[in-house]
């Protein structure tokens, strides 16, 4: 996505002290509704709901992958990651924030499991790439795993393992996915009004996530 609008192909993580100083509130109104599920995209959503948010590149691909996952209450896009308080799509976009596109995803735990919705995230996006995730390249677009509970932490390394051994076997290197706590990683900021359910706006518009084609392992495949 980087490429329409102009961005710094940030190579390497700013540090604290570099990093732009953003704002108090949002810049921005962030809609109350998702436009797909009609759901709260801020919450509150039903008990037994649980979120997790995931990089996995340009955010309006990937958030398209989870509202169509089974279970799924509702889906939004952020930044999240980074040391800007607040910050803005263009600001993000110079790599002076720190933060990196991410999927809030909200699911009920009694439909879908902490393990099948990070098995999407693996198999949806190429998680060896780094800084970059096809031809969207800058440190916005790394792989992120930030869990919300400690299940959700487990559940994140052990599918890694397992699917860094399929991806070993098909001729893949290491994966470089950041797996932290969601608490460590700082705030989830919303991203703006036109980001959210972009594709279910845009249907014909920009999505550069692409899988590897390996698929991850369940627990009776292994």
């Given at each position: 996505m980087s490429w329409l609008f102009g961005s710094a192909l940030a190579a390497t993580m700013v540090t604290p002290e570099r990093a732009l100083r953003g704002r108090e509130d949002y810049a921005y109104t962030v809609p109350a509704t998702h436009?797909?599920?009609?759901?709260?995209?801020?919450g509150p959503w039903p008990e037994g709901t649980r979120t997790i948010t995931?990089?996995?590149?340009?955010?309006w691909g990937a958030e398209r992958v989870f509202w169509q996952l089974p279970g799924v209450v509702a889906t939004s896009v952020g930044y999240q990651g980074g040391y800007t308080p607040y910050p803005t799509y263009e600001e993000v976009c110079t790599g002076l924030t720190?933060?990196?596109e991410v999927v809030q995803v909200a699911y009920d735990t009694s439909v879908v499991s902490d393990a099948d919705v990070l098995r999407t995230f693996w198999e949806s996006h190429d998680p060896t790439q780094g800084f970059r995730q096809g031809n969207d390249r800058g440190t916005q677009y790394r792989s992120?795993?930030?869990p919300t509970t400690p299940e959700q932490e487990v559940a994140a390394r052990e599918t890694l393992?397992?699917?860094?051994?399929?991806?070993?076997?098909a001729g893949y290197g290491e994966i470089t996915t950041e797996v932290r706590p969601?608490?460590?990683a700082g705030p989830y900021y919303y991203a703006e009004d036109y980001h959210q359910q972009y594709l279910d706006?845009?249907?014909n518009g920009y999505c550069g996530l692409g899988g590897t084609g390996v698929s991850?392992?369940?627990?009776?495949?292994a």
């Open positions: 436009t797909v599920l009609g759901t709260p995209l801020r995931l990089g996995l590149g340009c955010f720190g933060h990196a992120t795993v930030y393992a397992a699917y860094q051994e399929r991806l070993t076997r969601a608490a460590e706006k845009n249907p991850c392992p369940r627990p009776l495949d």
